[in-house]
């Protein structure tokens, strides 16, 4: 598996405490929170860390809602070549 952007979605409102040890810890960012429910977004480099990121949510009791790929872009450059995010 190479490395892949995903959106995570968690059930509630996390504390500022928790959301730095997963921006910490696991590399993801806080993209939004909306309707109760916390968007996390990063680079995931294999499996393991992305099933290791499910195991913290679950010890935690955090539900997950739902872990969505997000889509390369591509950019194009101003020498008409195009290179992916």
């Known amino acids: 598996m190479r490395a892949r952007t995903y959106e ?4 509630g409102t996390l504390s500022p405490t928790f959301t ?5 810890a696991q ?15 990063g680079s995931v480099p294999d499996q393991a860390r992305l099933y290791g990121l499910f195991q913290l ?7 997950l809602i ?3 790929p997000v889509p390369h872009t591509t950019t194009r450059r101003d020498d008409g070549t195009s290179t992916r995010k």
């Open 57 to 63: 949510f679950q010890r935690l009791t955090i539900e």
């Open 27 to 41: 590399g993801f960012t806080v993209d939004h929170v909306e309707g109760g429910r916390t968007h996390f977004v």
């Open 66 to 68: 739902s872990v969505n």
């Open 20 to 24: 730095s040890a997963i921006e910490t």
């Open 8 to 11: 995570v979605v968690v059930d």
